[in-house]
C-alpha cells in the first residue's frame, strides 16, 4: 500500500513484510499477483508460510525491526496469519497490519484488538472495477461493521476507486480514504491499468529507504521491497541466515551501488518511490 495519504501512517524503520501465501483470492486488477505466484513457484512449492517456519525466521529478526502483515498476497488467506501476528507482538515487534480483511472471522479480530498495533490499513472493497465484489457477502459486511464498532485507535479504511455500496454506508465517511491505483509496482502492473514511469537514469534514491522494507515470502526467501513481485532481487534465506547477512552479501552490495549510479538492472529505476538523484 503506497498511497500518499497513508505515508503518515507508514513510520518511518526497518520493517519486513510478510506474504503468508503464494497466490492470493482477492485478484485486485492493479496487483501483479500472478507474476509473483508464477515466479515463485519456480523456486518452491510452499503455497503458504509455515508456523514453525515463520517462528524460525522471526528469531533471526532484531524487534527494533517491524514486523508488516501485508507483502504480496493477503495475509489473512493463511489461516495461522493471526497467531503469527500474536507470536510477534509477544517477541516485541511493531505491528502493521494491511488487509482486505478476506479470510479472516470475528474471532480474529477480537484476538487483534487485544494487541497494540501500529498500523491498521483495511483495504475496502471496491464497486467490482478492480476487484472482485463476489467476495463482499453478509460475513464480510459484519466484520467490517464490527471493525467500525471496535473504534480501534489510528484504524484506516482505503478505497482504491469507488468504495463497494454494500459497506460504503458502514464506515464513517471521515475515516475512508479514497484514492486510485498509483503504482505500477516496478512496471509489474497491466500498463493499461497504471502506466509504467520513465525508467530513471544514473544514482537514485528511494524515497521512503524501502531497500529496508523487505519481503519475506513461504519459503524464507526475502526480496528486495513490496514493489519486487517478479523476484528480481532476492536477498537471501531468513531460514538459513541471519538478518544481518541480508544487507552484507553481493546482491544488496550491488543494488546499493547501482543505487548509487553504476550499470546493471535495478527494479528501482521503474519505481515511482524512485528520486533522481540529479534532477538537472
Ligand atoms: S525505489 Fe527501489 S527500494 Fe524503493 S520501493 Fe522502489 S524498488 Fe523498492
Redesign the pocket.
Known amino acids: 500500500m503506497i498511497l500518499p495519504e497513508l505515508r503518515s501512517a507508514n513510520t518511518a524503520g526497518r520493517v519486513l513484510e510478510i506474504t503468508t501465501t503464494t497466490g492470493c483470492v482477492v485478484g485486485c486488477s492493479y496487483c501483479p499477483q500472478d507474476k509473483f505466484a508464477v515466479r515463485q513457484r519456480k523456486v518452491s512449492h510452499a503455497s503458504h508460510l509455515d508456523l514453525e517456519d515463520f517462528k524460525r525466521c522471526l528469531a533471526r529478526v532484531p524487534t527494533s525491526v517491524d514486523i508488516g502483515f501485508a507483502g504480496y498476497s493477503e495475509p489473512w488467506l493463511n489461516p495461522d496469519c493471526t497467531e503469527m501476528v500474536e507470536h510477534a507482538f509477544a517477541k516485541g515487534h511493531g505491528i502493521r497490519i494491511f488487509t482486505t480483511l478476506v479470510g479472516m472471522n470475528g474471532q480474529d479480530l477480537q484476538r487483534l484488538q487485544a494487541l497494540r498495533l501500529g498500523v491498521f490499513v483495511v483495504h475496502v472493497f471496491d464497486d467490482g472495477t478492480y476487484m472482485n465484489s463476489r467476495l463482499v457477502g453478509d460475513k464480510y459486511r459484519d466484520l467490517v461493521r464490527q471493525l467500525v464498532d471496535a473504534d480501534i485507535p489510528l484504524i484506516r479504511f482505503v478505497a482504491l476507486g469507488e468504495p463497494h455500496p454494500d459497506i460504503a454506508d458502514i464506515i464513517p465517511t471521515e475515516a475512508l480514504i479514497k484514492a486510485r491505483p498509483v503504482s505500477s509496482r516496478?512496471g509489474s502492473v497491466d500498463p493499461k491499468i497504471v502506466a509504467p514511469r520513465q525508467p530513471v537514469v544514473g544514482a537514485?534514491t528511494?524515497?521512503?529507504a524501502?531497500?529496508y522494507r523487505n519481503v519475506l515470502l513461504p519459503n524464507g526467501d526475502v526480496t528486495?521491497?513490496?514493489?519486487?513481485f517478479e523476484r528480481r532481487h532476492v536477498l537471501g534465506n531468513l531460514l538459513y541466515e541471519g538478518y544481518s547477512a541480508l544487507f552484507e552479501k553481493p546482491v544488496f552490495r550491488e543494488i546499493v551501488d547501482r543505487m548509487n549510479g553504476a550499470d546493471g538492472f535495478l527494479?528501482?529505476r521503474m519505481?515511482?518511490?524512485?528520486d533522481p538523484n540529479d534532477r538537472t
Open positions: 516496478g537514485l528511494c524515497v521512503d524501502r531497500q528486495l521491497c513490496s514493489m519486487d527494479l528501482c519505481c515511482e518511490f524512485a
